[in-house]
Structures are given as structure tokens and as C-alpha cells.
Nanobody, 121 residues
């Protein structure tokens, strides 16, 4: 089965940086697109950033200019680089990614389990 796993979360001080990874296993296909979401306690899940199949990136206004998305050398992995982190960035971060799959001609999408990011002041 295909599994998607986020990693790279942790505790950093305000102004610091983290790089999150979104990696797919159980498939030989490359990641087509990736979306990043985050959810803080008591808050609704919000969209953060996206990398399209064609390489176009988009970011929420709250993170624009501070976050970037890139593909790793291994095409089953993408990165979310987070710079100039603020306490309000504290949340569980989830990746949502699409890959080709045998059961659907339009591909399949997968969610990771989330990784905790905590930014202290």
C-alpha cells in the first residue's frame, strides 16, 4: 500500500527555520502535486502552500515570503522550507499529495499523519 509520511517537525525559537518532508512509500511513481495544511489546537485546518504538477507554487498570505516548496532529488519526496518562523506558525502540519495509481485513471490522493511544529518566543 502507498503511505505518505511527514517528518522534520520540532521545537524552534521565533525567527528560526525548519524543513518539513513529505515522502511517499510503496510506489515507484513520483509525487504529482503536494498541498500543505496546518491545524492548531482549537482551530480549523487551514491551507498553507501548494506545489502543482507543473511546478507552480502558491502560498497563503500568512506565510508568503517565508515558506518555500521544492522537490527532493528522490522524486517520492518534497520539502516545505519554513523560515522566519513565528509563534503563530505553531500547529500540526499535514501534507496532501497526489500520485498515479492503478485503481484510478485520474490518480489517487493521500494524507500524511501530521508532524508537530512548535515555535517559541
Amino acid at each position: 500500500q502507498v503511505h505518505v509520511v511527514e517528518s522534520g517537525g520540532g521545537l524552534v525559537q521565533a525567527g528560526g527555520s525548519l524543513r518539513l518532508s513529505c515522502a511517499a512509500s510503496g510506489t515507484t511513481f513520483s509525487i504529482s502535486y503536494v498541498d500543505w495544511y496546518r491545524q492548531a489546537p482549537g482551530k480549523q485546518r487551514e491551507w498553507v502552500a501548494s506545489l502543482s504538477r507543473g511546478g507552480i507554487t502558491n502560498f497563503a498570505d500568512s506565510v508568503k515570503g517565508r515558506f518555500t516548496i521544492s522537490r527532493a532529488n528522490a522524486k517520492n519526496t518534497t520539502y516545505l522550507q519554513m523560515n522566519s518562523l513565528k509563534p503563530e506558525d505553531t500547529a500540526v502540519y499535514y501534507c496532501h499529495t497526489g500520485l498515479p495509481c492503478e485503481r484510478s485513471v485520474i490518480g489517487c490522493d493521500y494524507w500524511g499523519q501530521g508532524t508537530q511544529v512548535t515555535v517559541s518566543s
